[in-house]
C-alpha cells in the first residue's frame, strides 16, 4: 500500500523526466526562432551564434542574464565578475564578449585542467575550490573586487553555501550575486531535498525572511546578508540576488480623507 502510493510520485516524476529529455532539441529550436523574432539580448544572441569552446546552458538562464546584466554593462565603470566553474572554457568567453576587453573576468574551478584557459582571451582561470573561504578571497583580492558573482559549480549545497557566505559580503554596493541549476536543491546526491533548509534554494527562502526582519521578531538568520540584501529575483532555478545598501522602511500618508 505504501509503495504503491509512495512510487505514484516519483514514477509520475521519471515520466516528466524522460518526457522533458526527449523535448530537449524541440525546445533548443523553438528557442532560436524565438530569438529571431522576438528580438533576443546580445547574451542571447552571442550565444546561439556562438561556436568556440563548449558552453552548458539552459535555454531559459540566457534572457535573464541579458536581463539582469545590462545595467553593469552599461555603467561607465569595467565590470569585475567571477564565475565558478570553469569546465570547457566556453562561458567565460561568453562573458568576455559580452562586457568588452576592460572587463576582468575570472573564473574558478576544482580541475586542474581548466588552467589550460588562463589568459585565454584576457579571462583569468585560478585552480581551487569553492568551499574553500581563503581561496576565494585571494582571487577576489587578486581581481581588485567584485561586482557579479555567477556560481554555476559543483552545485553541492554546502559548496554553494560556502561561497555565498564568503562573496557576498566581498560583492561591491550595487553588486549581483547569481546561482544557477538550483533544481539540483531538490536532489539528495547534491546535498538537497525537497523542502530542505539548507539546500541554496531553502537558503534563498530564509534569505526572504531576513529581508523582512522589521516586520517579525526572529531576526536575522544570515549574518552575512545583514541589511545589505536589496532584492531577491527567483527564477526557475536561477536566483539573482541584488546587494545595496537598505535602510529601514518608512511609511507615511499623505492627502486629506475626504469628508
Ligand atoms: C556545470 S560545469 C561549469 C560549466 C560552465 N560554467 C559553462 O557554463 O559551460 C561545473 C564545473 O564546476 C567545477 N567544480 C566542481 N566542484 C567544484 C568546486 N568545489 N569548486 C570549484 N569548481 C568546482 C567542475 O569541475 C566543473 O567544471
Redesign the pocket.
Known amino acids: 500500500m505504501t509503495d504503491r502510493l509512495g512510487s505514484r510520485p516519483l514514477d509520475r516524476w521519471r515520466a516528466r523526466l524522460g518526457l522533458f529529455r526527449a523535448d530537449i532539441n524541440r525546445h533548443f529550436v523553438r528557442d532560436q526562432q524565438r530569438r529571431a523574432s522576438q528580438g533576443a539580448g546580445p547574451i542571447e544572441r552571442a550565444y546561439y551564434d556562438y561556436s568556440g569552446p ?4 539552459w535555454n531559459h538562464y540566457l534572457p535573464l542574464y541579458d536581463r539582469y546584466f545590462a545595467p553593469y554593462r552599461r555603467r561607465g565603470t569595467p565590470v569585475r565578475m567571477l ?6 572554457g ?2 567565460l568567453q561568453l562573458w568576455r564578449g559580452y562586457f568588452g576587453e576592460t572587463a576582468t573576468i575570472f573564473g ?4 586542474p585542467d ?1 588552467a589550460r584557459f588562463d589568459g585565454f582571451n584576457g579571462n583569468s582561470v585560478r585552480i ?4 574553500d573561504p581563503n581561496f576565494l578571497r585571494k582571487v577576489v583580492e587578486e581581481m581588485g573586487g567584485l561586482d557579479i558573482v555567477l556560481d ?3 552545485h553541492f549545497a554546502s ?1 554553494m553555501k560556502a561561497s555565498f557566505d564568503t562573496l557576498f559580503p566581498l560583492l561591491s554596493d550595487g553588486g549581483l550575486y547569481a546561482a544557477e541549476d538550483l533544481h539540483t536543491s531538490y536532489w539528495r546526491n547534491f546535498e538537497g531535498r525537497y523542502g530542505s533548509r539548507r539546500s541554496f534554494l531553502g537558503v534563498c527562502k530564509s534569505l526572504i525572511d531576513d529581508m523582512h526582519h522589521w516586520y517579525h521578531p526572529m531576526g536575522q538568520r544570515h549574518e552575512v546578508v545583514r541589511n545589505d540584501l536589496a532584492a531577491i529575483h527567483i527564477h526557475d532555478s536561477i536566483v539573482f540576488l541584488e546587494k545595496s545598501r537598505v535602510t529601514a522602511p518608512v511609511h507615511s500618508v499623505k492627502g486629506s480623507v475626504e469628508a
Do not use: P, R, Y
Not at 128 to 131: D, E, K, N
Open positions: 563548449l558552453i552548458h546552458k564565475e565558478i566553474g570553469v569546465s570547457q566556453g562561458s574558478i574551478d576544482i580541475n581548466c581551487g575550490s569553492q568551499a554555476d559549480g559543483s559548496h
